[in-house]
C-alpha cells in the first residue's frame, strides 16, 4: 500500500484506494495531501493556544487554511511541487503561531516537529511521514470516521468560504470554527463530543452558503428564470469550468470586442442566471455536460478551456497545449494563471490569445436550458407553487442536487426523473442536474417540474425555499413538508452540504449511489438512528416511498 484515500464516492471498491486514486492522483500526491492536512491540523491546534492567549490572528491564519484544505478536495489539485509549496507554506504559519505562544507562555518546544522541505528531499521518509499520520494512522475504525466526516466536511466548508472571500466577504466565526474543528482531531475526545464537532460543522456550512450567497447575490443580482442555449457558434471560443464567477466575469471583460466567445461547462452554467452576467453578449452559451465527460467534450471544443476551480480530470493529450489552470486548481504541465495582485483582475490574455488561433467548437447539441430558481425567484412564485400544493397539482417535491458522477449506478437519477408522477417537481443544484435537465418533463400549471437553483453551493437555496414553505403553512417540522431528499454526492463539497441539511433537521434523505466508503458501521448507525438516512433502492421502491411520504 502506498497511499490510502477514501475521500470521494468513487473510491476503489467503495473501501479506498491504495495504489492510484480513482480520480487519477498519484501515490505522491495523495501523501503530499495528507502531509498538508496534517500541518493544518497542527496550525488548528496551535491556534487555539494562541486564542487563549490572545494572540490569535484569526483571519490571517484562515485564509491560509481555507486555500489548502480546498487545494485538497477531489479533482481540485493534481500538482505535487504547489502541493508541497502549501505544506512549506502551512508549516511555516504554524511554526511562528507557535513561537508566539512559547514566547509569551514560556512553554517548551513540542518535540516532534518536522521540516516538509526535509521530507521531499527523500521520498522514503515522505511516504514513511505520510503513512504515520494519514488517514489509517488513526486505529480506531470509529474514531477514524468521525475524524475524517469533519475533515471532509471541513473541505466542504473552506471551498464555499473560499469563493466567498474571492467577493469580498468574509466572518471570522467561519474561520475559528475551522481552525477549532481541526484541533479537535488531534484530541482525544468521547464519541459525543466527537458527533457534536460534526454537527457543529454543519451548522457552520448553513451560515458558510448564506454568506456565499450574499456575497454572489449583490455582486451579480439575484438569479432570474433563464433560457440558455446549448449549440456552438462560428466564432473562436474560450470554455470556463469550475465553480468561479468572479474569473468569468474578468474573462469576459477582457474578451469584449475581441471577436472570442465565451460558454460555460458544467457548475458555470447557472452564471447565466444571473443579471449582471447575462448582460455580456460575449457570454453565448452553456457547452457540454457534468465534470466527466470532459475528455470527449473538451476534445470537441477545439478552443482554450479554464478550469477555475475543482472538478478538473486527468488531461488527455488531444487538449492539453489549450487547458489552463487557475485558482487553488493545478494540474503537471498545464499553464497556470495567477492570482490577482494589486486589486488588479486576472490576466487572461495567453487564453485569449491562443483562443484566436483556435478553431470554433464542434456543435454537440442544439436546444436549451431553463433554469434560475434560486430562492428570491421561487419565493417569488410562492403564492403560484402553494395554490398548486393546496389544489393537488403538486403532490410531492423530490429535491435530487448534489453532484454527478461516471458509474453507471447514477442512471439511477435519469431514472426516477424520467418516472416520477406528473404532479410532481424536482427542485435541484450542482452538476447532479445534469442527469435529467435536458428531459423534456413538461410544467405545471407553468411551473417546470425541474427547477434549477444553481451550483452546488445553491443547495442553500434549497434549504432556504423548503424553510419559507414550512413556514407558509404553518408547519412545525420541516419533515413535514411534502418534500423528499433524494441525493447524489461524489466529494466533500456533498459533505458539507449533507451536514447542512442534517443541522436543519432534514431527515429521511437518500443518499447514493453509494453510502460513503468513510462510514464505519457504527458511524453510518448513528447517522441513521438520528436522521433515517438510507441508502438508495430501486427506482420503482423509492418512488412509491417518496410520493408515500416515507
Not at 491564519?61 to 486555500?67: F, K, S
Not at 458527533?195 to 456565499?212: D, F, H, P, R, S
Not at 436549451?368 to 430562492?375: V, Y
Not at 403538486?394 to 424520467?418: P, W
Request: with cysteine.
Amino acid at each position: 500500500m502506498s497511499m490510502f484515500c477514501y475521500q470521494c464516492q468513487e473510491t476503489s471498491k467503495n473501501q479506498g484506494c491504495t495504489v492510484k486514486g480513482v480520480c487519477g492522483k498519484s501515490a505522491e500526491t495523495a501523501n503530499l495531501q495528507d502531509l498538508l492536512i496534517y500541518a493544518l491540523r497542527g496550525i488548528g491546534l496551535w491556534h487555539q493556544k494562541a486564542k487563549e492567549l490572545g494572540l490569535a490572528e484569526t483571519n490571517k491564519t484562515g485564509r491560509l487554511v481555507i486555500d489548502a484544505l480546498f487545494s485538497t478536495i477531489t479533482n481540485a489539485n493534481f500538482d505535487e511541487r504547489t502541493i508541497l509549496d502549501k505544506v512549506v507554506s502551512a508549516l511555516a504559519l504554524r511554526d511562528q503561531i507557535r513561537a508566539r505562544v512559547v514566547d509569551k507562555s514560556g512553554s517548551e518546544v513540542v518535540a516532534g516537529m518536522h521540516d516538509a522541505a526535509t521530507w521531499a528531499k527523500d521520498r522514503v521518509s515522505l511516504e514513511e511521514k505520510a503513512a504515520a499520520i494519514g488517514v489509517l494512522s488513526t486505529e480506531d475504525e470509529d474514531v477514524r470516521s468521525l475524524r475524517e466526516l469533519l475533515i471532509y466536511g471541513l473541505k466542504g466548508i473552506a471551498a464555499y468560504t473560499h469563493h466567498a472571500m474571492v467577493l469580498g466577504k468574509e466572518k471570522a466565526e467561519i474561520y475559528d470554527f475551522l481552525l477549532e474543528a481541526l484541533a479537535s482531531t488531534t484530541k482525544t475526545l468521547g464519541q459525543s463530543e466527537m458527533v457534536g464537532m460534526v454537527l457543529k460543522a454543519g451548522e457552520i456550512a448553513v451560515t458558510t452558503m448564506a454568506l456565499l450567497d450574499a456575497a454572489n447575490t449583490e455582486a451579480y443580482g439575484n438569479p432570474e428564470i433563464t433560457e440558455v442555449k446549448t449549440g456552438a457558434g462560428t466564432n473562436p471560443a474560450i470554455l470556463v469550468s469550475g465553480h468561479d464567477l468572479k474569473d468569468l466575469q474578468e474573462l469576459l471583460e477582457q474578451t469584449q470586442g475581441t471577436g472570442v466567445d465565451v460558454y460555460t461547462h458544467s457548475e458555470m452554467l447557472p452564471a447565466h442566471y444571473y443579471p449582471v452576467l447575462k448582460r455580456y453578449p460575449n457570454l453565448v452559451g452553456n457547452y457540454g455536460d457534468a465534470w466527466h465527460a470532459q475528455k470527449t467534450q473538451f476534445k470537441a471544443f477545439n478552443g482554450p478551456i479554464i478550469m477555475t476551480t475543482n472538478c478538473i480530470i486527468p488531461i488527455d493529450e488531444s487538449y492539453r497545449d489549450r487547458i489552463f489552470t487557475t485558482g487553488v486548481t493545478g494540474y503537471p504541465g498545464v499553464a497556470h494563471i495567477p492570482d490577482r495582485s494589486d486589486g488588479k483582475p486576472k490576466d487572461f490574455s495567453a487564453v485569449i490569445a491562443k483562443a484566436k488561433t483556435c478553431a470554433p467548437p464542434t456543435e454537440l447539441e442544439k436546444g436549451t436550458i431553463t433554469g434560475g430558481f434560486a430562492h428570491n425567484q421561487v419565493l417569488a412564485l410562492a403564492d403560484k407553487i402553494v395554490e398548486a400544493v393546496k389544489s393537488g397539482a403538486i403532490k410531492r417535491f423530490v429535491v435530487m442536487a448534489g453532484c454527478d458522477g461516471r458509474q453507471k449506478g447514477r442512471s439511477y437519477y435519469t431514472e426516477v426523473a424520467r418516472a416520477l408522477p406528473d404532479n410532481s417537481v424536482i427542485l435541484t443544484a450542482g452538476c447532479a442536474k445534469y442527469r435529467y435537465n435536458k428531459l423534456a418533463l413538461g410544467t405545471i400549471g407553468g411551473i417546470p417540474r425541474v427547477l434549477d437553483a444553481g451550483q452546488c453551493n445553491d443547495c442553500y437555496s434549497l434549504a432556504v425555499i423548503a424553510l419559507k414553505l414550512k413556514e407558509v403553512f404553518g408547519l412545525d417540522d420541516i419533515n413535514q413538508l411534502p418534500i423528499s431528499f433524494d441525493v447524489a454526492w461524489y466529494e466533500q463539497k456533498a459533505v458539507a452540504v449533507l451536514l447542512a441539511l442534517l443541522h436543519l433537521g432534514v431527515k429521511g434523505i437518500r443518499l447514493g449511489p453509494t453510502l460513503p466508503a468513510f462510514l464505519s458501521p457504527n458511524v453510518a448507525k448513528v447517522l441513521v438512528e438520528n436522521f433515517n438516512i438510507k441508502p438508495i433502492g430501486d427506482v420503482a421502491s423509492d418512488i412509491d416511498a417518496m410520493m408515500s411520504g416515507r
